[in-house]
């Protein structure tokens, strides 16, 4: 027996204990560990019955993702759970903590089940670009039928045990103690009842073949629009097919070949580095030095788009949040807006009105800072003005407790300049939220010169509390995102300038995997945020810089996007999908002659790679200032904050797939035609001199 698995007789049970931390992966040692341990309990006489169970944080989270891309060792996890399944004694797999993926798979091949509350089962495949590789696909469905197997793979969700009782994916939920005493006890009864096996093979959940076939039809219905360009969600589809029409083995051969197929893809290399990425980002430097402090009661200064958002996002992590607004009518303003998302929580039935109740029994609001002076932390929202937010800090300066952390939530104000102006610029951090903020999961955590380590930790310890993912960038314009963000959409309306169409430049990126292009996420933001951003620029740009006016001839005409019905696309009557407008094409086609540009045509191809060329190239420059730790932190800045296709692994990772030595290449001929906007990035021409990718970098820095 490996280490990792162990195996006791205990009452004439075999337990089969996993003990691979930390999370008890199916890699090769175990799933050796595990085959020997079957056949060795399938060949002792003494064993009545088979309990399989884990140790420490869960049963098990299924395969090794490390081992993902390395030659594959026999014996499979498919061959492994056949093995348990044919096993002649009743297996009982006794659930805790986790059991997703294989780990899942491997209780599903045994003949029952049960968990101990507070477990999450699930078969997240999918969002790592793959589909249950070990018979799931094809004990699932048998077991809970087709539309509510379709639902979990496709998901990727975990259920909790409640729910998995009442789907039939376990027989019992153990009462709070010793699990396995539970197990060992209900394996003995079942052996001394003479219940059989009970094979999830044979289960009867497909018996009505005509439903399932229309489950299926339901599901295969919103999987282009789900996940545009990716190729798993397809193959769980498939393999489901293969389980309503066709018999098990020929089900788990349709399985295996669909499994194959997403193992060696760039889709699965791309999702496992955004899984590993999003881990590595809270690898940081300050995490040795410093340690969080503690957060309980949070300040939100402002209840404008942002203020509000951040209030719920604090909210619903369980803190207490108290709202300060410069006056009456404005705190009222902001209070609605929190007010309205729990309302339309409570409409659509996904809050009940006494959690309603309980959650703004933790809001209060106020328009004097006083009510911040027992505050752990506070979030300034005002508006983007630099005189603004030091009048804000020099109140919280005078009145918060001296251990408070105080945070600015700036898009683009130097934090330095904010934190200098007070008497402990210590204490000061950036905490940058995307909007919505209740919503959107990146939080980049800019750290400015003088901060001390235990506030850093402290804005990575809060993004966890709210279920956020953080990462440490530095201060500069912008940041990571937005000073990446402002490049590229430069490059897009060079592109719309000289000859591109709003429309094509959106369709190509939303092809490429973007949820929406540039246009017309610009016309649900609002023109009107980024024209006030540019005239604020307008004096400190350089000269020599190309500047496109069409953004800003739009706003002159009032068309900001959605919120007045037109933008780049005209939404009539309050449509949230813009149409086309021939007078938007008209006016560009204007501003082309009046500045002398005979527009040229743009393959989508072309448009893609001058897009992710300047995307690229400024990230380089990013990485080279010591904004962004690694490149992996622009990639979960861009994947988070930025709608860059997750499955894609994101743009740092996406340059090494094309090769840095092709997107130079491109960066040297745009620069032929703009020497000012396409200066290639000292480190991407390094890297491309020394024969290196991004990858290097990402594993030549740890700060664990
Ligand atoms: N393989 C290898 N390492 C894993 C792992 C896995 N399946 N799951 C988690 N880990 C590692 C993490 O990388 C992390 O390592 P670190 O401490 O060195 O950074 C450590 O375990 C703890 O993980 P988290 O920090 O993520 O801990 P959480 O408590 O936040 O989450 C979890 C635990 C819910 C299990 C989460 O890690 C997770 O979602 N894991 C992935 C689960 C998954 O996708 N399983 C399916 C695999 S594919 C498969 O099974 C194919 C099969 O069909 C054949
Ligand atoms: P907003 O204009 O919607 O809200 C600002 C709010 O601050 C207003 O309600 C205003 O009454 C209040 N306010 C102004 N001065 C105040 C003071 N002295 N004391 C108390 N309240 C005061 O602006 P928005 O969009 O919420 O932006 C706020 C901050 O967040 C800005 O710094 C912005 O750059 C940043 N930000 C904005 C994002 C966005 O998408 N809108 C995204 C990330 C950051």
Not at 237 to 256: K, S, W, Y
Not at 542 to 554: E, G, S
Not at 575 to 587: F, M, S
Not at 588 to 610: H, L, M, N, S, Y
Request: net charge neutral; proline share 5%; hydrophobic share 45%.
């Amino acid at each position: 027996m490996t280490a990792v698995v162990q195996q006791a007789l205990r009452d004439g049970v075999s337990v089969i204990t996993l003990e691979d931390p930390p999370v008890n992966a199916l890699g090769i040692a175990v799933r050796r560990g595990l085959a020997q341990a079957i056949a060795a309990a399938q060949a002792d006489d003494r064993v009545r019955a088979v309990v399989i169970h884990g140790t420490g944080r869960g049963f098990s989270a299924g395969a090794d993702i490390r081992e993902f891309g390395r030659a594959r060792e026999q014996p499979w996890m498919g061959e492994v759970c056949q093995a348990v399944e044919a096993c002649t004694r009743p297996v009982i797999a006794a659930l805790h903590g986790m059991a997703l993926g294989g780990g899942l798979e491997l209780a599903l091949a045994a003949h029952y089940r049960i968990a101990a509350p507070g477990t999450r089962l699930g078969l997240p495949e999918v969002q790592l670009g793959l589909l249950p590789g070990a018979g799931g696909t094809q004990r699932l469905p048998r077991l809970i039928g087709a539309s509510a197997a379709l639902d979990l793979m496709l998901s990727g969700r975990h259920a909790g045990a409640g729910e998995a009782l009442a789907l039939g994916l376990i027989d019992r939920i153990a009462v709070e103690g010793d699990l396995l005493e539970q197990a060992v006890a209900w394996a003995n009864a079942l052996s001394a009842s003479g219940a059989p096996p009970r094979r999830s093979c044979e289960a009867q959940g497909l018996a009505d073949r005509a439903a399932s076939l229309a489950a299926l039809e339901t599901a295969r219905a919103g999987l282009a629009r789900k996940f545009r360009g990716q190729v798993a969600p397809f193959r769980i589809a498939d393999a489901v097919q293969a389980a309503i029409e066709q018999p098990f083995e020929e089900g788990l051969r349709a399985e295996r070949a669909g499994f194959l197929q997403c193992i060696d893809s760039p889709q699965r290399e791309g999702l496992v580095h955004a899984f590993f990425a999003e881990r590595r980002v809270r690898q940081i430097p300050e995490a040795r030095s410093g340690t969080p402090r503690p957060v309980r009661t949070v300040g939100v200064i402002g209840g404008g788009t942002m203020g509000s958002g951040i209030a719920v996002a604090l909210l619903d992590a369980g803190l207490h949040v108290t709202m300060v607004e410069r006056d009456a009518d404005s705190l009222a303003r902001g209070q609605r807006n929190v007010g309205k998302v729990y309302d339309r929580l409570v409409a659509s039935r996904r809050l009940t009105e006494g959690d309603k109740a309980a959650t703004l029994a933790r809001f209060t609001g106020a328009t004097a800072y006083e009510a911040l002076a027992q505050a752990d932390l506070v979030v300034e929202a005002v508006f983007e003005d630099m005189a603004v937010k030091k009048g804000v800090f020099a109140e919280l300066d005078r009145l918060c407790r001296r251990d408070a952390v105080l945070a600015t939530n700036t898009s683009f104000l130097d934090i330095d300049e904010i934190a200098a102006s007070i008497s402990r610029p210590q204490d000061v951090i950036g905490l940058h939220f995307f909007s919505p903020a209740n919503i959107m999961k990146l939080l980049e955590i800019v750290v400015p010169r003088q901060v001390a380590p235990d506030v850093v930790a402290t804005g990575f310890a809060l993004a966890d509390t709210l279920r956020k993912v953080p990462v440490r960038a530095g201060v500069c314009d912008g940041f990571i995102g937005n000073r990446i963000l402002y490049v590229y959409r430069e490059a897009a309306s060079h592109m719309l300038e000289d000859g591109a169409s709003p429309y094509q430049i959106d369709q190509a990126l939303e092809d490429f995997g973007y949820a929406m292009g540039p246009y017309r996420t610009a016309d649900l933001t609002g023109g009107d945020i980024s024209w006030a951003a540019r005239k604020r620029k307008a004096a400190t740009r350089d000269p020599r810089a190309r500047y496109v006016r069409i953004a800003d001839l739009l706003c002159e005409r009032g068309w900001f996007g959605q919120k007045t019905g037109r933008g780049f696309y005209q939404y009539p009557d309050g449509a949230r999908t813009g149409r086309h407008d021939p007078e938007v094409l008209a006016l560009i086609d204007a501003e082309r002659a009046e500045r002398g540009i005979r527009p040229r045509a743009f393959t989508d191809e072309q448009v893609v790679r001058r897009y992710m060329a300047a995307l690229v190239n400024e990230a380089a420059k990013v990485l080279q200032d010591g904004i962004a730790l690694r490149p992996l932190d622009i990639d979960v800045t861009m994947v988070h904050g930025y709608g860059f296709p997750r499955w894609r692994g994101g743009p740092m990772k996406y340059a090494d797939t094309v090769g840095l030595a092709a997107l130079l290449a491109d960066i040297r001929e745009y620069e032929k035609e703009d020497p000012l906007f396409w200066q290639p990035a000292p480190l991407l021409v390094g890297l491309v001199q020394r024969g290196q990718d991004f990858d290097t970098l990402n594993q030549g820095s740890s700060h664990a």
